[in-house]
């Protein structure tokens, strides 16, 4: 639901906490906001203890660390507002500068899903941090009309950004966007199967009944190589009738057998799909670029499509529409 971070963001989070504490403090000390200043010190020296953590245990964590952030966050929220006043407190903007940020984090993928856990939470927190204040009411109605307002915005905008990072025709990643996301997967050194999909027999499709049962074909292929891989994997058009699909190790090869088991249908009728996949698996310690594991997919297809054999050979070019 949430997407994983990653080092550099885990570990700007932790600098912006401080910050945030170090701003807080100077409000404190100065009068400016009421506070108990020796529950000041204790939240400044929760929120050090937890930053080094956070600096240490980055380069060896997984997505837990984004929940465990997610669920340190909104502590020390509640924290701070009931700290400095409840409903009266002046650092309510501090759940809309949380939202925003979470907001930025899922913006890069245009995920939506966790846009109601999110909202859901800042709600959350705004109860508990006026937990017992005789103004709790309208408090609450003021921010939940807030974080609204803030979560139909961010749908929008998600979902706009979601769109953008798509194929028009198959509805997948397009290739500039998938090749990003194949990027980032490399940079936090999460082992992967990366597949490497070539349509058989598509030009012949083309030119036999149109483009227009081309598209047809090139999107059900689409949605079958979707279908067969986990909601978090990427399917990529990486261009014409080629794709790239990313899955979890020792896995993959078996799953894609599934998309070119049956038919498929179009408007003219009922096509055998056929394909040359190659697979080639990276980890951290293969220490392998972007450009090189491309290369290696693509050799690793078409060497599958040199030594298949003879008699797959023949059928390969034969896609026929069967009414």
């Not at 966050?73 to 939202?99: C, I």
């Not at 057998?257 to 990276?282: H, I, Q, Y």
Request: charged share 20%.
């Amino acid at each position: 639901m949430l997407q994983r971070s990653g080092v550099g963001q885990w570990r700007t989070g932790a600098v912006m906490r401080l910050l945030l504490s170090l701003a807080i403090g100077l409000l404190v000390l100065s009068g400016v906001v009421s506070m108990d200043v020796r529950g000041y010190w204790l939240l400044l020296a929760v929120n050090l203890v937890y930053g080094a953590f956070v600096w240490w245990i980055g380069e060896r964590a997984d997505v837990w660390l984004d929940w465990l952030n997610l669920v340190f966050d909104t502590t020390m929220t509640v924290a701070v507002l009931q700290m400095t006043g409840r409903s009266d407190s002046p650092f309510s903007f501090l759940v809309y500068f949380w939202l925003f940020a979470m907001l930025l984090v899922n913006a890069r993928h245009g995920d939506l899903r966790a846009l109601p856990l999110l909202s859901g939470l800042a709600l959350l927190v705004f109860a508990l941090g006026s937990w017992g204040d005789p103004g709790m009411q309208s408090y609450l109605l003021v921010n939940g009309l807030g974080v609204g307002m803030f979560a139909f915005t961010a749908q929008k905008l998600l979902l706009e950004r979601r769109l953008g990072r798509l194929d028009p025709l198959t509805r997948v990643l397009h290739r500039g966007a998938g090749l990003e996301r194949l990027g980032e997967l490399m940079r936090r050194r999460e082992p992967f199967d990366l597949a490497f999909v070539d349509l058989k027999g598509f030009k012949a499709i083309n030119d036999a009944y149109g483009h227009a049962v081309g598209d047809e074909v090139l999107s059900g292929l689409a949605g079958r190589l979707a279908a067969c891989v986990r909601a978090r994997d990427l399917v990529i058009r990486y261009g014409g009738d080629e794709f790239l699909v990313v899955g979890a190790v020792n896995t993959l090869r078996e799953r894609l057998k599934k998309v070119f088991a049956r038919p498929l249908a179009t408007s003219l009728g009922s096509v055998r799909l056929e394909g040359d996949v190659g697979v080639v698996s990276w980890t951290p310690e293969v220490g392998t670029d972007l450009d090189d594991l491309l290369a290696r997919a693509d050799a690793e297809m078409y060497r599958m499509k040199y030594t298949v054999s003879r008699e797959d050979s023949k059928r390969a070019g034969g896609a026929t529409i069967h009414r």
